[in-house]
């Protein structure tokens, strides 16, 4: 197993931070690598480094020859002015890039809502991800290097992109460094995992789960190797303080409460007892949906819900592709929307928190610090029974006591999400809607986030494209197919299942796929065209294989003749004339064969 990209010694400190110290890691041909680590830890710098995109303080990383790195950065390289078109396969034919199995399915699966001949700068930022990602997957690397490759993408999307990853090289060929939160992702497709903190890099076997397990053994160990030392210690100092009072004042290392902590599973939560918590706080009443419809003026409808009764201490996941009308849901349930047809009614008692993706709760308070907002929204909270302060409760959340001086507006993303968790929980709401609440968290903030998740008595409604999430903190999934509200029991498998099935349903009235010039279908619908016979098709079938063979043939000579054309003497106008034409001419024959390959593809039905 050869290597790919080895880095040896890596240092890299920015200023008032460390990110590497001395790191040695390589990559060899068949990894599948996930990275990890706490916001801020490195991760997309050791991703830079690896790429030759940030020359290390110190260390060097050194490539095998002749490799193809391919890169998918946080922020996309590509131009407003260009077409989707252009920015995904260049400007090359289309029989080139349509020839080819692996591009037409990049292309449907990541582009099939974006137009084709659209401008980049016009897309939304979801949409501008999504055509950096089909940039770069269309070409062919021998190893990838992603950064939040999820961001963006629905669930139908992520699981595609899982798939793809796992098949795009035979096993033991190519490589793969992904750095993501989305622990799904990294379950399925990754064999091994780096995490990043402190300045190094600890390599772990297996996924997610299987780092998650090696993690706490690891902890587990050190704090025994840490009991041990302390031991020792203190019979030094007993020795020291030569006297058995001395010795006996000592406080005992409580070795076996500490592994029991370590290796504590959290119980699962009591729905029984959340319910009756629920009750208490909300009455019988919350939210009820019956015969509620939604359009927007001159449109039909987004949203249809026949009957749908949210009780107290409900925890509802809502799964949806992008636009499939989960805010608009959402926005119906809270009452911030008239449904256009049905009515919804709302508890008395109900008070919603909302979560936001854009945490317009943070809004009126960017230049407050931390501390100031917290004190101007309360001065102490109870959480699992027992009254602490906002402030110990941001730094279970991953806060440090400095960073509560820090101005709401210079705060990362990270940090933002988490204080607009905070501050929606500190307002006390009984319903609690999340709105991507996982957004630029780690996978460290985003168990502790289902920790407290886990342990609030209250309505939940989820809306995620994390898998790992939605499963996690939910006890039943609906789903948005076409507008209509369906109960999945089956989870997000089942709702995976019924998107296929949706999909395959729409496929013979749909029209050519969004991006695929040489998909364009005929004008009358697939099933009136005439079948062909298996002599016909096989007649077929040799002519598109020869002027396939002609086309490849004949792509050159434009390009030699213009050589030519370069090289010939200015003033002989005769044989600049005779290129000329010579060049019409294979312009023209090469034009006439494209023709003819797309006409045959169309009739053999074969995707190009």
């Known amino acids: 197993m050869g290597i790919l990209i080895g880095a040896e010694g890596v240092r890299q400190e920015w200023p008032g931070k460390l990110a590497l110290a001395g790191a040695t890691v390589g990559v060899y041909e068949g990894d599948r690598i996930g990275v990890v680590g706490r916001n801020g830890d490195g991760k997309t710098t050791l991703l830079d480094i690896l790429a030759q995109r940030v020359q290390p303080d110190e260390g060097s990383v050194t490539w095998r020859n002749n490799i193809h790195v391919g890169v998918l950065g946080q922020a996309d390289d590509l131009s407003d002015d260009a077409t989707v078109h252009h920015s995904v396969v260049g400007d090359g034919p289309d029989y080139e890039w349509a020839a080819r199995a692996r591009t037409r399915q990049i292309i449907d699966a990541l582009l ?3 137009p084709w001949e659209g401008r980049v700068g016009e897309l939304s930022g979801g949409q501008r991800r999504r055509v950096d990602l089909a940039r770069l ?6 190893v990838l290097l992603l950064d939040e490759p999820t961001n963006h993408l629905d669930m139908g999307a992520i699981t595609w992109l899982a798939q793809h990853c796992k098949r795009r090289w035979p096993a033991g060929e190519g490589g793969l460094v992904v750095v993501t939160h989305d622990r799904w992702f990294l379950d399925e497709v990754c064999t091994s995992m780096w995490e990043v903190h402190d300045g190094r890099v600890d390599p772990f076997e297996g996924g997610f789960s299987a780092y998650v397990q090696q993690r706490v053994e690891r902890e587990r160990q050190a704090q025994v190797a840490e009991a041990r030392r302390q031991t020792m210690l203190r019979r030094e100092l007993a020795w020291l303080s030569r006297g058995a009072q001395a010795r006996s004042t000592k406080p005992k290392f409580r070795v076996a409460e500490a592994q029991a902590l370590v290796a504590d599973v959290p119980e699962l939560r009591n729905e029984l007892e959340l319910k009756r918590m629920a009750v208490s706080r909300l009455g019988k009443q919350v939210i009820e949906l019956r015969r509620v419809g939604f359009a927007y003026p001159g449109g039909s409808d987004v949203v249809d819900v026949p009957e749908w009764i949210i009780g107290p201490g409900d925890r509802f996941g809502i799964l949806g592709e992008n636009g499939a009308g989960k805010s608009t849901l959402l926005g119906l349930m809270q009452g911030k929307l008239a449904p256009t047809r049905g009515h919804v009614k709302i508890g008395k008692t109900v008070k919603f928190g909302l979560l936001s993706q854009d945490l317009t709760v943070l809004r009126a308070h960017e230049r407050y610090s931390v501390q100031e907002l917290l004190n101007s929204v309360k001065r102490s909270v109870v959480v ?12 279970r959340l991953g806060f440090d006591k400095r960073e509560l001086l820090t101005r709401v507006c210079d705060l990362s993303g990270g940090q933002r999400r988490r204080l607009a968790i905070l501050c929606v929980l500190l307002d006390e709401p009984n319903v609690l809607v999340l709105d991507e609440p996982g957004n630029d968290l780690d996978t460290d903030m985003l168990a502790v986030l289902e920790d407290l998740l886990d342990t609030w008595p209250g309505t939940l409604l989820l809306v995620t494209h994390d898998r790992y999430l939605m499963e996690r903190v939910t006890d039943h999934q609906f789903a948005l197919l076409d ?9 997000v498998d089942e709702y995976l299942r019924l998107v296929g099935e949706l999909r395959a349903r729409r496929a013979p009235s ?3 796929a969004v991006g695929a010039p040489a998909k364009q279908a005929a004008e009358e619908p697939d099933d009136a065209k005439p079948q062909l016979s298996n002599q016909e098709r096989r007649e077929l079938k040799k002519r598109f294989d020869a002027v396939e063979r002609r086309l490849d043939k004949v792509a050159a000579a434009p390009d030699e003749i213009r050589a030519q054309m370069a090289a010939a003497n ?3 106008f005769a044989a600049l004339t005779e290129l000329q034409g010579k060049l019409d001419a294979a312009l023209a024959e090469q034009e006439a064969l494209e023709d003819e390959w797309l006409e045959l593809s169309e009739r053999l039905g074969i995707d190009a």
């Open 483 to 491: 507008g209509h509200v369906r109960h999945v029991p089956g989870g």
């Open 137 to 142: 997957l269309v070409e062919d690397w021998d």
């Open 570 to 572: 200015p003033s002989d």
């Open 384 to 395: 699992d029974g027992k009254e602490t302060t906002p402030a110990k409760l941001l730094e």
């Open 112 to 114: 099939e809502d974006i």
């Open 510 to 512: 749909a029209g050519p």
